[in-house]
């Protein structure tokens, strides 16, 4: 299973009738998904990869290629005999996409062109609420393109990155206690602004997804991305994302990953009335909280945990503290397979994820027949 093609639906749901149409359908966005995420370079690999027919391969690849969404590259060197293996890239200038981060301390636009690489960045004025942002973003993003010359027209859609419980499907923003929202029809707002298609998704699962691409976790198929965050005079803020069989977990309320008090409730104990770690009390804080993190390993039996801060506090001696003090206070499983690894990307990879999200939305997008009617 593809995480391209798994962890958000990239078209409309069918009737689960199967029909010839329905394959090649999917066969075209499962090869532009593994070209897209550099896991396959050229047609020999793709039909390694997939097991699909190398003459279903070609017929696919010349697609994509008269379509101009991909392109030859260089050759690759190889010690086999033969004919020499050439390299598929996307084309980077085929389409750009926009994350946007609604970040409570400050909303950001980044822009990305169809390699995922980042063009552009720019902060919103300071402010801003929910009702104005539609009219903002219709003013930011066209300034932001100019900036990095980008025609509108090659605009394949916008991400959000949301604090809190968010509908993935219909881009409705349950409730935020970051943003004070609860029942905001957000997707249909932006996109009645922004004339372009526009993805909503929880802050959260944006980051798992960076992570997943460009980050700590290609490759893995199930992993926990956990988010400790830090800001000066505010509590702090928990977040979890599941990833299990290279999919999003959602929840059946669009609210899993919400963090309960009550799953680290010895680590609450160390914060003051404002949610901060008291003084003195810091290491005592890490410790408790490698415990609560140790039993939701206990509980889903991942074997990854990325650790997502920019807690100032948490030095590398303290995050050698929580994965000892996780380690050692694990169930004892026979060769148990766990790794605890720090993001390097960091709190930044929630927006980029939501550009990542939008692009590779987009880029299926573009190779979906349209319905009729």
Request: hydrophobic share 40%.
């Amino acid at each position: 299973m593809e995480f391209f093609d798994h962890a958000w639906p990239f078209s409309e749901k069918n009737d689960g009738v199967f029909t010839q149409k329905t394959a090649a359908e999917r066969n075209r966005i499962r090869i532009l998904g593994l070209l897209a995420r550099r896991i396959c370079k050229s047609q020999r690999q793709i039909a390694l990869t997939t097991g699909l027919q190398a003459s279903t391969v070609s017929n696919i690849v010349r697609e994509l290629k008269n379509s101009n969404i991909i392109r030859e590259g260089q050759a690759i060197e190889a010690d086999r005999v033969g004919p020499k293996e050439t390299e598929l890239e996307i084309v980077d200038h085929f389409i750009w996409t926009v994350g946007v981060s609604l970040d409570p301390q400050s909303y950001r636009i980044m822009l990305v062109n169809a390699l995922g690489h980042v063009l552009a960045q720019q902060r919103l004025a300071p402010g801003i609420s929910l009702d104005q942002l539609p009219a903002e973003l219709a003013k930011a993003i066209p300034e932001c393109a100019k900036r990095a010359d980008l025609a509108l027209s090659k605009l394949g859609g916008v991400g959000i990155s949301v604090p809190g419980a968010v509908n993935n499907e219909t881009g409705e923003i349950l409730v935020s206690r970051s943003l004070g929202a609860s029942r905001v029809p957000l997707k249909d707002n932006l996109q009645n602004a922004l004339n372009c298609p526009v993805w909503v998704e929880r802050n959260v699962a944006c980051g798992a997804y960076a992570e997943s691409q460009i980050g700590a976790a290609p490759g893995r198929d199930s992993f926990i991305y956990f988010l400790l965050r830090s800001e000066p005079n505010q509590p702090e803020i928990f977040g979890l994302s599941l990833v299990v069989g290279e999919k999003i977990f959602h929840g059946c309320n669009s609210a899993a990953g919400e963090v309960d008090q009550n799953i680290l409730a010895s680590c609450i104990t160390h914060l003051d009335e404002n949610g901060r770690p008291k003084p003195g009390s810091l290491d005592a804080f890490y410790e408790s909280y490698a415990r609560g993190l140790a039993g939701i390993i206990n509980l889903l039996d991942v074997g990854c945990l990325i650790l997502c801060s920019n807690d100032d506090n948490l030095t590398q001696g303290r995050f050698d503290v929580i994965n000892n003090v996780l380690q050692n206070s694990l169930i004892t499983v026979p060769d148990r397979r766990f790794q605890l690894i720090r993001s390097d990307i960091g709190i930044a990879g929630m927006l980029h994820g939501a550009a990542l999200l939008a692009l590779h939305r987009s880029l299926a997008t573009h190779i979906t027949p349209k319905k009729s009617g």
